[in-house]
């Protein structure tokens, strides 16, 4: 029988059925390729204590430090007798934090953790009485009974830290992963396949694998980490580059309809009566598209601009030329209510245009239709019957479109809105709707910085709209500390009243709806008792909207706005609210894309420390979209030295998106900017670090382009075919199909 190659050997057979059920469990780690790629968060030196001072809330950590103090207490059990607690003070210098201990084992614990003991001590930071500490934390010491001499080698070791869980101890995980290093060593490192090419290797100077994985797990020097680092970085950056590579390669190899405008027709009708000229980034981005619609092979952009940039008009015009070739386009939506918005907007913008084959309907008009889940059947079998004639030239629906029943009669172009990327099936169950793939124009109103571009969405080419439209007003933003100045919140809400009473809309943002369903998610994330006074739920639509009718905006005609009302009812408040028959609107995120109400020039976040940098920037972008100036007024009650307040000055502080994401990549970490559509880069990615790492990805990209256009089979690179193929396996190559 074939033996398993080393890596994808089950790590029951090298660690025993119970450990290699926890490592699966909670870690995640089921093969000794997973083991070695789980690498450490960080590395203690033994002779030196390592900070205590910023340790995470509620997270698993291992701390290396010195036994300050340890004292027995007797505490009242409540009727049922006396317990002792034993309470140990450790430090590092930096911070002091409490253990503690309970039960029969106090006395044991006592002679062990004596003043003077350095040790690695492991648990969930929790808080009690406003103080840092672990309740029965696992521990090791590390410099009982040893001579002088064996203490100063142990002390110049470097510790590695890994991430760890309750049930797995960093020390346990260290001894596992050197069971895997010395089994693989044994057989002379066999099974190791190495994903880069030699040639690259060499060319950059890069430490092997063998040599990469050792340095890593058991360095010996700060200099060797540092050496590891940037040979695994590399792997992963550049197995990633070539999976993107071979996308993009694939896609030149399709075949596509070539679609050129046509002088006079419905794109230069729709242009000459265009109330305002294009702006030179919109001009410039609608070269690139129009370019890669007259090639032979499928258009893949990505095209990303702030909010209200203008990418509507830059997408209309593109569906418009494709109109002019003889071809159809279709535009889909994430959700029904912003299909129905662009359904609106769209056919507004092309007035008698959008007409074709209706009375008043101008000589070179199409008809634009809409298509959703929730049509009724005679809409929807006119609509259907539309695209298969042909009479509609522009579809905009959500994924209903993608449905076995709908036929086109020649799709062109596919735009799709908000980055919701196509899986394989749905690209697949695209392409076959038209005679040839169709192009696929990808919009967001995220700004991504390029490093994130190249690793998330490297299969697409990407064009950037930044300036924004003659006539967009400046956002004011600034930050209501409301616990510590109430005055301010009050001045808040009379600056809403006055956008009011002068003719003006507004909105009133807040993290949660407050409806039966909110409580029960409370219950179960019912905080402890001392807990209660650091954490309240976040303040909710339906109650602020309350406080608002019957306090500072009584008289206004206040609506709410959230994800759990009907359809038809969020339509009618939309409608209304955009027709200015309501004066605010008391919303969730709901609004967070694709609501354009040029007369809203106020906006208030309610708890906004809870959203995200991204989120907040987005919510903004709904205010300031006419000729009055903007105002966004970020609520607060989280203390001025708080991360979260240094987040939410820095929103305030600048209006440009791709600065803000920055910064919300480098405080927050990728995991939550690139969000659950991207989760499969992050299950991909141990070591790189997209904002920081920004070299690495462009020099992997350039040399993976170079290595699939001279193999686009990789025949001749059998071990990064195997790296490639772990990668893509069926787990991970969601990020890259479904993004």
């Not at 910085?449 to 930044?466: H, I, K």
């Not at 929103?651 to 900017?673: K, M, P």
Request: charged residues 25%.
């Amino acid at each position: 029988m074939e033996r398993v190659p080393v890596l994808d050997e089950p790590l029951k057979n090298l660690l025993g059925a119970a450990t290699a059920k926890v490592m699966a469990e909670h870690l995640d780690l089921r093969t000794v390729g997973d083991l070695l790629h789980h690498y450490p968060r960080r590395y203690a030196e033994r002779g030196e204590l390592t900070a205590l001072a910023d340790l995470p809330l509620d997270e698993h950590v291992t701390v290396v430090a010195q036994v300050a103090d340890a004292r027995v207490l007797t505490f009242n059990k409540g009727g049922r007798g006396k317990g002792q607690r034993l309470e140990v003070t450790i430090t590092d210098g930096s911070g002091r934090m409490q253990l503690v201990f309970f039960g029969r084992g106090v006395h044991f614990h006592q002679k062990e953790l004596l003043p003077g003991r350095r040790g690695m001590f492991a648990g969930k930071v929790g808080v009690f009485n406003r103080k840092l500490q672990l309740t029965h934390p696992e521990y090791k010491l590390l410099d009982a009974e040893s001579s002088d001499e064996t203490v100063r080698a142990f002390a110049g070791e470097l510790l590695p830290i890994y991430p760890a869980c309750k049930q797995l101890e960093s020390w346990t995980i260290e001894q596992s992963v050197s069971i895997a290093l010395d089994s693989l060593a044994a057989t002379g490192w066999a099974g190791l396949a190495d994903p880069l090419p030699p040639a690259l290797r060499e060319g950059r100077g890069l430490t092997d694998l063998p040599e990469a994985l050792l340095k890593v797990h058991r360095p010996r020097t700060k200099a060797d980490i540092e050496d590891a680092r940037q040979r695994l970085k590399w792997d992963e950056a550049f197995v990633l580059q070539v999976a993107l590579a071979r996308r993009r390669y694939a896609d030149t190899q399709l075949p596509a309809v070539a679609r050129r405008p046509t002088p006079g027709g419905l794109l230069d009708a729709f242009d000459a009566k265009l109330p305002f000229t294009l702006t030179d980034g919109q001009k410039k981005v609608s070269k690139e598209i129009f370019d890669d619609l007259g090639t032979e092979h499928p258009m893949h952009r990505l095209l990303q601009g702030e909010v209200g940039s203008g990418k509507t008009m830059v997408a209309l015009r593109a569906m418009l030329a494709v109109v002019d070739a003889g071809g159809q386009a279709a535009m889909l939506a994430p959700t029904e209510v912003l299909a129905q918005q662009h359904h609106r907007s769209i056919t507004e913008m092309m007035g008698e245009l959008a007409q074709g084959g209706m009375l008043g309907g101008a000589e070179h008009a199409t008809k634009v239709v809409l298509l959703t889940g929730s049509m009724g059947t005679a809409g929807r079998r006119q609509a259907l019957l539309d695209l298969v004639t042909g009479e509609a030239g522009i579809v905009i629906g959500t994924h209903a479109l993608i449905e076995d029943k709908v036929q086109f009669h020649d799709l062109g172009l596919v735009v799709v809105d908000e980055q919701h990327r196509f899986g394989v099936e749905q690209r697949d169950a695209l392409r076959s709707k038209g005679k040839q793939p169709p192009h696929l124009l990808v919009m967001t109103a995220t700004p991504i910085p390029r490093t994130v571009a190249m690793t998330v969405f490297g299969d697409l080419e990407t064009s950037v709209l930044d300036q924004l439209p003659a006539g967009r007003s400046p956002i004011a933003s600034h930050v209501v500390p409301a616990a510590d100045k109430p005055h301010f919140l009050t001045r808040a809400w009379e600056r809403v009243r006055e956008e009011a009473e002068n003719g003006h809309q507004a909105y009133v943002v807040c993290p949660r709806i407050g409806d039966d369903e909110d409580e029960k998610k409370k219950q179960k994330q019912k905080a402890s008792p001392e807990d209660e006074a650091e954490k309240r739920p976040p303040l909710a639509v339906l109650e602020i909207a309350e406080k608002l009718r019957s306090g500072p905006l009584a008289g206004l005609r206040v609506e709410v706005l959230h994800g759990r009302m009907h359809p038809d009812d969020k339509d009618d408040v939309m409608r209304r609210f955009a027709a200015g028959d309501v004066d605010v609107l008391v919303a969730t995120t709901v609004i967070e894309v694709g609501v354009n109400v040029p007369n809203a020039t106020a906006m208030v976040i309610m708890d906004a420390d809870r959203f995200g940098v991204s989120q907040l920037h987005q919510l903004r972008g709904r205010v300031g979209r006419g000729s009055a100036p903007g105002l966004c007024l970020l609520v607060s009650e989280m203390p001025e030295a708080s991360p979260a307040r240094q987040r939410l000055n820095a929103v305030a502080s600048t209006l440009d998106g791709f600065e803000l994401s920055r910064i919300d990549l480098e405080q927050r970490r990728e995991g939550d900017v690139l969000g659950q559509a991207q989760s499969g880069v992050r299950s991909s990615l141990r070591m790189l670090t997209v904002i920081d790492d920004e070299e690495v990805i462009a020099a992997a990209r350039e040399e993976a382009t170079a290595v699939v256009l001279a193999d686009p089979d990789l025949s001749d690179h059998p071990e990064l075919r195997t790296a490639l193929d772990a990668l893509l396996d069926k787990e991970r190559e969601e990020f890259l199909e479904k993004g």
